[in-house]
């Protein structure tokens, strides 16, 4: 018997005998997916940090609400409505709020962003050796990689001083961007036959800025682009800690393990379709949709093919229209909002 047969006939048993009759979950009183049967979310523990409100509780029943988003207790909206009316990248601001728990001063800020312009260079040999030597095709799982190989260049990988992980967390969040970009170009590069272009960070400009400069071959950008990504940032940048990547930090980190085995396990949940990489499935979705139902004016057609993903008999039969619907928010989500707002903008600037 061929190897892939036997694993498939296997396979299929291994299904039946590990499947749990759906009504135990109520006999033993299971949370999935920490919700409750009633759809509100289970209480995993207590945070400052950052907190979600999308419904209310009227009589011990769920009822729909506007979605708002708190970041240290200011609301998400309007923290986007102060420095995009100042013409403001945001980012930074909003990582220096969440790790210090205070907005910065302008002087704090420029302090802030001068230590993430210090530690935004890789380790020596770092580029070539983990990154351009050993290129994927999935930037989450390079990215995954990298950062439990960067646990081998830090002097005091397993401190858990204050002082340190906060040296810890300011060096991965100036560091991401150079390794997701970097990444991006080896796999254009092995797997897509395009040229190789690796650029130096530029230290006049912040994080949005550099993502942007350095996956492009001429590191041109628009300020529109910049200022869409940099939104796009600070809208992902918490979400009240009980979240699929945020728990597992919160489950990893609580064992005493270091930095970076709890990013590296939170990256591993954020890959996921259903959680981080659902973005990518989305960017599929349309693409087979486009496909599939080539002309966007026809509602009808448009209607009757998106009924046949939710029915499984199209796209990857899952049953599911990526993108929509949150297991938090009811009437809104104000990520969404915000969102819609740019990426209009910068749909008509690129026509």
Aim: with cysteine; aromatic share 8%; proline share 4%.
């Amino acid at each position: 018997m061929k190897l892939n047969a036997w694993i498939e006939k296997k396979a299929m048993s291994v299904e039946m005998i590990n499947r749990i009759p759906e009504e135990n979950y109520d006999l033993y009183d299971v949370r999935r997916g920490l919700r409750n049967p009633n759809g509100t979310g289970v209480l995993v523990g207590l945070t400052e940090v950052g907190s979600v409100q999308g419904y209310e509780i009227v009589d011990n029943v769920k009822m729909p609400s506007e979605g708002k988003l708190y970041y240290r207790g200011y609301n998400l909206t309007d923290l986007v409505d102060g420095f995009q009316k100042d013409n403001r990248m945001g980012f930074e601001e909003t990582a220096y709020l969440l790790l210090m728990g205070a907005l910065p001063t302008k002087t704090e800020l420029n302090e802030f962003n001068e230590l993430l312009n210090e530690y935004r260079k890789l380790p020596e040999g770092f580029t070539e050796n983990m990154i351009l030597k050993i290129p994927s095709n999935d930037i989450m799982n390079k990215l995954q990689r990298s950062v439990l190989v960067l646990y081998s260049h830090d002097e005091h990988p397993d401190d858990l001083s204050t002082s340190n992980l906060l040296r810890q967390s300011m060096s991965l969040i100036a560091q991401f961007p150079v390794i997701l970009a970097y990444g991006y170009q080896a796999k254009a590069h092995y797997f897509e036959n395009k040229s190789l272009f690796i650029h130096q960070p530029d230290p006049s400009v912040g994080t949005a800025e550099n993502i942007l400069r350095l996956t492009r071959p001429d590191c041109v950008y628009s300020k529109t682009e910049a200022e869409t990504l940099d939104l796009l940032l600070v809208i992902h940048a918490e979400h009240g800690g009980g979240n699929n990547s945020a728990f597992a930090t919160h489950v990893v980190s609580s064992s005493g393990t270091d930095t970076y085995s709890a990013i590296s396990a939170a990256l591993g949940c954020l890959k996921g379709p259903k959680h981080g990489g659902a973005n990518r499935k989305v960017y599929e979705m349309i693409q087979d949709i486009e496909t599939n139902c080539p002309d966007w004016n026809n509602e009808e057609a448009l209607k009757q093919y998106l009924k046949k993903i939710i029915d499984k008999k199209a796209f990857d039969g899952k049953g599911l229209i990526y993108g929509m619907g949150h297991a938090v928010y009811t009437i809104s989500d104000p990520r969404a909002v915000l969102l819609k707002e740019k990426a209009r903008e910068l749909a008509q600037e690129k026509d």
